[in-house]
């Protein structure tokens, strides 16, 4: 229910774009469920002790006094006069999950810095900040990321995690009481000081649109867990981090006011299940603000048109935060919402616990092919570099491949490293591969050749400034059986699965007049040849029951833009949820609840008894402020790359390639055609020769017996 200090009276006012699907209060039932819920999460050790509470607090006053001491002593040597010098000032604002109060033990503080304007950010910041921070004893671990789309940071503090922020406004006073929230503090700053203060105002702003806080944070506890469990938290490889969940979470919440964790999830995985993307998810409307800032708008950005699953900042300017989806992690994050609405409605039956929902996903059973990424380093500390760096661009590696293969290719990037205890400085990481299933299902010939867009995504990792001879990567093709045990818990390797991804196929059997044995059924045993030979032919073929694969039709690849502001008819905008959906019927309408009669729809909000009769089917959420404009109608997703000029290396074994920082991380860059080779050490380790094969014959198209 929540604490009534922690409400924003969800019954008295609307919040959000729309009116709620359902006001409706918890039945015993979910009052039950919901208690059950929290003692999973208790027992799964999500909630800080006392002690460990007390020292982050302690960390964020001692980080305080720290840049107020450095403020002082940058304003002193830069000779301004001592009454300046008293005056200024630098505050600590902290954001992410210990903001919005769903930290885990030891889980990492974020927090901003806000300084004046005199104090620079290369030079003060990362300059004289950070050899003050190298002298203290209580810091260890002190790793700056100044080249990064949003700089930063990053320490520990009597061995707390601090990931440090700094925006310099453009004040010459910070007043102790400042607010961040203003549109005013945006003014006459830099594009990284408004991506480092969009962190404290986004998540601010949530907790302003969220009903009740306490069940916002409860229900967002439980989806980052099951996010982390099963694979798919982690913004950095394409799938979702902590700030999308929390919006994600932050929707539901506002269309069910009333509701307890357990409905909240249950409804999470309803909704998300049904939803069209690349409809967005919004809490609020879209402001234009009056600053001139670039915000999402696919109406005038055709770079927003290409994103794929956008969920959009609630503050101005509103960007999308999930602008790195691919459609290769869409698919699976997609196919998980359809397992995780099943399993809810089995815990609602009393058919399943919450455990199963929980349930780790068994990612080295999923597939039967995968890239192995090896990096390696000669020291921790560049270890710690090189692999910061490779992990920022390893999405584009997914992306490269659903490139070259025309998106034949689907790409399962797992979103943590392995190490291998026997070799130091070493680290491991494993993408899943399948081929996207085809209408055809005799069409499982085809071969990929994979070795040039390898190559290509190689030169982009070696375009890294601080690259030195002893830092190397490896990519290479490897079979399910062929993964290392070290991935193993206690490197032992588990049994071999079974067929598929959990699912046995039993033949229909008959009896034959006159016998007494079961005979197969005629077509079930052509199938079950058929697949014996398939897998006979090649054990690293991806088979089709792996999993149901995402819609890639270019009706699901562009969003269609043509006529905002018309009626349903001719708005060309999908609807975001079911299918057969309508559009947008104008920007200025906010109205999102429409009953259906469809009883396919009924099926899937079957036990809401306190909805509607009949399905609840949500519009597409978009809104702005001021006038509206018709549009052109996008492209379809085809990405080209704009990679960087190489020029040859002065004094280093690598060929230096020109980075372009200011798009790494805002927008992601568009792919063009690979190029067939790429530069690389004289240390580095002899590779495989060829990542390429056949989904039937792997052993011919590698020319390898399997």
């Given at each position: 229910m929540g604490s009534p200090g922690l409400s924003n009276q969800a019954t008295a006012a609307r919040i959000g774009l729309s009116e709620p699907i359902s006001t409706g209060g918890p039945s015993e039932f979910d009052v039950i469920k919901t208690r059950e819920l929290e003692k999973f999460l208790v027992d799964a050790g999500l909630y800080e002790s006392h002690e460990e509470a007390i020292a982050r607090e302690e960390v964020l006053g001692r980080l305080d006094q720290i840049v107020k001491t450095w403020?002082?002593?940058?304003?002193?040597?830069?000779?301004?006069?001592?009454?300046?010098?008293?005056?200024?000032?630098?505050?600590?604002?902290?954001?992410?999950?210990?903001?919005?109060?769903?930290?885990?033990?030891?889980?990492?503080?974020?927090?901003?810095?806000?300084?004046?304007?005199?104090?620079?950010?290369?030079?003060?910041?990362?300059?004289?900040l950070y050899r003050m921070l190298v002298e203290m004893p209580e810091v260890q671990e002190l790793h700056s990321v100044s080249e990064a789309h949003v700089p930063v940071m990053k320490f520990k503090f009597n061995g707390v995690s601090v990931d440090l922020l700094y925006a310099n406004v453009s004040l010459w006073v910070i007043p102790e009481d400042l607010d961040i929230s203003q549109e005013s503090i945006l003014q006459n700053v830099d594009d990284k000081t408004?991506?480092?203060?969009?962190?404290?105002?986004?998540?601010?702003?949530?907790?302003?649109?969220?009903?009740?806080?306490?069940?916002?944070?409860?229900?967002?506890?439980?989806?980052?867990?099951?996010?982390?469990?099963?694979?798919?938290?982690?913004?950095?490889?394409?799938?979702?981090?902590?700030?999308?969940?929390?919006?994600?979470?932050?929707?539901?919440?506002?269309?069910?006011?009333?509701?307890?964790?357990?409905?909240?999830?249950?409804?999470?995985?309803?909704?998300?299940?049904?939803?069209?993307?690349?409809?967005?998810?919004?809490?609020?409307?879209?402001?234009?603000?009056?600053?001139?800032?670039?915000?999402?708008?696919?109406?005038?950005?055709?770079?927003?048109?290409?994103?794929?699953?956008?969920?959009?900042?609630?503050a101005y300017p509103c960007m999308n935060s999930s602008y790195n989806v691919s459609s290769s992690t869409l698919r699976v994050m997609t196919e998980e919402f359809q397992r995780g609405k099943e399993i809810c409605e089995a815990i609602e039956a009393n058919n399943a616990s919450w455990g199963s929902l929980f349930e780790p996903f068994a990612f080295f059973e999923a597939y039967r092919n995968y890239l192995q990424i090896d990096i390696a380093a000669e020291t921790a500390e560049d270890l710690m570099n090189w692999k910061g760096w490779v992990e920022s661009r390893m999405r584009w590696l997914t992306l490269k491949i659903e490139r070259d293969t025309n998106g034949a290719l689907?790409?399962?990037?797992?979103?943590?490293?392995?190490?291998?205890?026997?070799k130091p400085n070493y680290h491991s990481y494993f993408t899943g591969l399948r081929k996207k299933q085809s209408p055809n299902p005799q069409a499982t010939t085809e071969q990929f050749d994979i070795r040039m867009t390898v190559?290509?995504?190689?030169?982009?990792?070696?375009?890294?400034?601080?690259?030195?001879?002893?830092?190397?990567i490896n990519v290479c093709h490897v079979k399910r059986k062929e993964i290392p045990s070290f991935v193993f818990p206690g490197g032992v390797r588990p049994p071999p699965p079974p067929t598929g991804r959990g699912f046995e196929i039993r033949p229909v059997v008959q009896r034959l007049p006159g016998s007494n044995s079961p005979q197969p059924d005629n077509a079930v045993t052509g199938r079950k040849k058929r697949?014996?030979?398939?897998?006979?032919?090649?054990?690293?073929?991806?088979?089709?029951s792996d999993s149901t694969s995402?819609?890639?039709?270019?009706?699901?690849?562009?969003?269609?833009?043509?006529?905002?502001?018309?009626?349903?008819?001719?708005?060309?905008?999908?609807?975001?949820?079911?299918?057969?959906?309508?559009?947008?019927?104008?920007?200025?309408?906010?109205?999102?609840?429409?009953?259906?009669?469809?009883?396919e729809q009924t099926n899937n909000f079957q036990g809401l008894s306190e909805e509607i009769d009949g399905a609840v089917e949500l519009k597409s959420e978009i809104q702005y402020n001021?006038?509206?404009?018709?549009?052109?109608?996008?492209?379809?997703?085809?990405?080209?790359?704009?990679?960087?000029?190489?020029?040859?290396?002065?004094?280093?074994?690598?060929?230096?390639?020109?980075?372009?920082?200011?798009?790494?991380?805002l927008e992601p860059l568009e792919l063009s055609v690979t190029t067939a080779t790429v530069p690389t050490s004289a240390n580095m380790p002899t590779q495989k020769p060829i990542i390429r094969f056949s989904f039937t014959s792997l052993s011919k198209a590698t020319g390898n017996s399997a």
């Open positions: 403020v002082k002593n940058i304003s002193r040597a830069k000779g301004y006069n001592e009454s300046i010098v008293q005056e200024a000032n630098a505050k600590i604002f902290t954001f992410g999950s210990y903001r919005l109060g769903v930290h885990s033990p030891g889980a990492d503080i974020d927090t901003l810095c806000v300084g004046p304007k005199h104090a620079t950010r290369n030079e003060d910041f990362f300059g004289e408004v991506r480092s203060l969009n962190g404290c105002r986004v998540t601010d702003q949530i907790l302003r649109l969220v009903p009740n806080i306490q069940t916002f944070r409860t229900t967002l506890r439980c989806m980052r867990l099951w996010a982390k469990r099963r694979g798919v938290y982690s913004n950095v490889t394409g799938f979702l981090g902590g700030i999308n969940w929390a919006l994600l979470v932050a929707r539901i919440c506002q269309l069910y006011p009333n509701a307890l964790p357990s409905m909240l999830v249950s409804r999470f995985f309803r909704v998300y299940n049904l939803w069209k993307w690349p409809n967005p998810v919004m809490l609020c409307p879209i402001e234009q603000g009056s600053l001139g800032l670039n915000f999402w708008d696919p109406r005038r950005n055709h770079k927003d048109t290409l994103h794929l699953m956008p969920i959009i900042t609630p689907q790409c399962h990037p797992y979103p943590r490293e392995f190490s291998d205890k026997s190559d290509d995504f190689k030169r982009d990792v070696y375009m890294y400034n601080s690259l030195k001879a002893t830092m190397w697949k014996q030979q398939q897998d006979e032919a090649s054990t690293g073929a991806v088979s089709a995402l819609d890639d039709s270019p009706a699901r690849k562009k969003i269609q833009l043509n006529n905002f502001a018309d009626t349903i008819s001719n708005s060309g905008f999908p609807g975001n949820i079911c299918s057969n959906g309508p559009g947008i019927t104008g920007f200025g309408e906010s109205k999102l609840i429409e009953q259906q009669s469809s009883s001021g006038e509206t404009e018709g549009l052109k109608s996008s492209v379809p997703v085809t990405p080209e790359l704009a990679t960087g000029v190489a020029r040859p290396g002065e004094g280093s074994t690598c060929s230096v390639i020109q980075q372009k920082f200011d798009l790494e991380e």
